[in-house]
Nanobody, 125 residues
């Protein structure tokens, strides 16, 4: 298992930006696809973005496409989520997750074996 710690959440006004970071330790980071998911109060955890182990491939949910960017720095064992043009509906706890690479990119939370503790993002209107 890889250990994950998110940071960078906070309170921001609609239209603003935040950058989330997720630091990994414990295993070879470059062997893992990395994903971001979010969970709003009373709702199920939902996929946001994923990046392949090399950073070559990325995929986004329709709700964030064009506003959010996922990236990674394998030398720093860190994955990022740059969030621009934030909306109140982006308010949620954001989790990063790791999935051992292989078999193509997945957007299903059940395919990710390691999770961080989450970081709260609140967007005010």
């Amino acid at each position: 298992q890889v250990q994950l710690v998110e940071s960078g959440g906070g309170l921001v006004q609609a239209g603003g930006s935040l950058r989330l970071s997720c630091a990994a330790s414990g295993r070879t980071f470059a062997n893992y696809d990395m994903g971001w998911f979010r969970q709003a109060p009373g709702k199920e955890r939902r996929f946001v973005a994923v990046i392949s182990e090399s950073g070559t491939f990325t995929y986004y949910s329709d709700s964030v496409k064009g506003r959010f960017t996922i990236s990674r720095d394998n030398a720093k064992n860190t994955v990022y989520l740059q969030m621009n043009s934030l909306k109140p509906e982006d308010t949620a706890v954001y989790y990063c997750a790791a999935r051992r690479w292989g078999g193509g990119i997945s957007t299903s939370a059940g395919d990710f074996g390691s999770w961080g503790q989450g970081t709260q993002v609140t967007v005010s209107s």
